[in-house]
């Protein structure tokens, strides 16, 4: 059996385990990434990731301490405005709409909008240029056991690999929290989630919209142009049933619904990428750390996409383990260590967590007492000024000021 050492072991080479790879090899620790399946990086490629993903504010510090920001940035979107629409009323066209526009609290936007599989392709672009990083694929954790001075894991190819810090980032399903003990809470809402991308006649203006009706929030998030026309990322999220059905529509027939859907805010919508179904949960461990072991993304919380909280919540995490990392090097992966890591992030992430679930159940609602309370709420929140920036920085991730 072949045994390695190093600093970090990363189970799991999603777009959050690939990031903490770059930021702590970046950081010059010894760093293992491995994963059971390759990335796809190719939009037309068999299981691609046609959800994109908008990096906020606070995210662009920690991509650009990993070496990614400057691979990335000729591929983004910037979002400027953040628009929130009401479309609950008898026929699905916007009753109330409000903008929330990042220049009234910051000079930059309020983040910048990439597709997941290009993410993944330029993150192990990334990877290959750092000498201290090995990214393994086809090779996933078999079995775990820690002890005072390290983590023990053993992996699928028979490799043991002795590490200083284990940072589960497999997903909402963790082999690596489920061998450590970590139970998890699970919030189910029976709804899933349509990723997909349209092309539309009037322009996005780098606008990120999202409409609410019944089912959850059908959201368009910019991208650049596709063949000359401009382009939008959509996350359309319903009741299972109704997701289902939508995707196995004929195309013109999708087209139609979807335009209805959101209200012919941008002309006729036209699909342009295939159909992808993701189920949508609520989900939080019980604790973020265990003996030389980590939890960060889906291993440690999942959310609805609602509000670009998702990976960037999973940023927020690598920021705090990276800033433990390199003021104690010499402590990397003891008790100590995770347990301030576990105090920083746990309560921001319960709120958030908490919050985000009241958010998709008031979006899900068609009632019409319902919607109307709805409506009420997007119109007041946006007449008081101080309350809204507060939600708009909240929203970023940046502490209110």
């Not at 319902?370 to 502490?399: C, E, F, H, N, Q």
């Amino acid at each position: 059996m072949t045994r390695i050492s190093k600093d970090i072991l990363i189970s799991g080479g999603g777009v959050a385990g690939l990031s903490a790879a770059a930021v702590f090899g970046s950081a010059g620790f010894s760093v293992l990434c491995v994963d059971p399946a390759p990335p796809v990086t190719e939009e037309t490629a068999d299981g691609a990731d046609l959800r994109t993903t908008a990096f906020l504010q606070p995210s662009l510090k920690v991509l650009k301490e990993a070496g990614l920001w400057e691979r990335l940035a000729p591929h983004a979107t910037d979002l400027q405005v953040m628009r929130i629409v009401d479309a609950g009323g008898k026929t699905p066209y916007p009753r109330v709409t409000r903008d929330f526009n990042a220049e009234d609290v910051s000079d930059l936007p309020f983040g910048w909008n990439l597709p997941n599989w290009l993410l993944r392709r330029e993150m192990v672009a990334r990877l290959d240029e750092l000498p201290n990083v090995e990214f393994r694929t086809g090779v996933g954790t078999k079995s775990v056991l820690t002890r005072d001075a390290e983590a023990l894991v053993t992996l699928s190819d028979g490799t043991s690999v002795s590490a200083r810090l284990l940072v589960a980032a497999d997903g909402r399903n963790s082999p690596v929290r489920e061998a450590v003990g970590i139970g998890v809470r699970t919030f189910r809402y029976g709804q899933k989630a349509l990723a997909f991308a349209v092309t539309h006649p009037e322009p996005h203006d780098n606008v990120s919209t999202e409409i609410h009706r019944s089912g959850g929030p059908f959201t368009l998030v910019p991208l650049p142009d596709r063949d000359g026309k401009p382009c939008s990322a959509v996350v359309w999220m319903e009741r299972g049933p109704e997701a289902l059905r939508l995707a196995a529509l004929p195309e013109d027939e999708f087209n139609a619904e979807m335009t209805a859907r959101s209200g012919a805010m941008f002309g006729p919508l036209k699909l342009v990428t295939r159909r992808t179904v993701w189920p949508i949960i609520s989900q939080i461990a019980d604790r973020l750390w265990a003996e030389r072991t980590a939890l960060i993304a889906e291993a440690a919380h999942v959310v609805p996409p609602i509000g670009a909280q998702g990976l960037n919540m999973s940023l927020a995490d690598l920021r705090v383990l990276l800033e433990l990392a390199r003021g104690a090097p010499a402590h990397l992966g003891e008790e100590r260590m995770l347990q301030v890591y576990h105090r920083r992030r746990y309560p921001e992430v319960a709120g958030r967590v908490t919050g985000i679930d009241m958010l998709n159940r008031t979006s899900m609602r068609g009632e019409r007492v319902a919607r109307d309370l709805r409506a009420a709420g997007i119109a007041g929140l946006y007449g008081l000024p101080p309350v809204r920036k507060t939600l708009m920085r909240l929203g970023m991730g940046v502490r209110p000021v």
